[in-house]
């Protein structure tokens, strides 16, 4: 059995809307984290009010999932088996998808 880890940084999340603006994608990760067997997504219009969302699975490195609304800020809690909380990122201001986009990929 491999050592149980936590890291010292925080969970990282990224958000950006998809390509219609209606739907908030958001990405999750922690790297060297070895206990997240979930992650509980958070939203909302305002950074100091996000609300629960759902909860997924955790995958391999990065986990994502997509959110039926379109939302400004997220952020995301690390859950082990049990559902405790092992760590949360901070909230994240949500890119618009053109953003997101890589330099010289825009049409224009």
Same mark, same amino acid.
Do not use: F, K, N, P
């Given at each position: 059995m491999w050592p149980s880890a936590i890291p010292?940084?925080?969970p990282?999340?990224?958000?950006?809307l998809n390509n219609?603006?209606?739907e908030t994608i958001v990405h999750m990760s922690w790297n060297g984290a070895s206990e997240v067997v979930s992650w509980r997504v958070l939203a909302?219009?305002? @950074?100091?009010s996000l609300t629960s969302q759902t909860t997924i699975p955790a995958s391999n490195f990065e986990s994502s999932t997509i959110l039926p609304k379109k939302y400004a800020y997220a952020a995301v809690?690390?859950?082990?088996a049990t559902g405790k909380v092992l760590g949360n990122s901070k909230p994240a201001k949500v890119s618009?998808? @053109?953003a997101a986009l890589p330099s010289g990929a825009q049409s224009g």
């Open positions: 010292l940084s925080s990282a999340v990224l958000a950006t219609t603006s209606e909302g219009e305002r @950074a100091g809690q690390a859950l082990d618009t998808y @053109a």
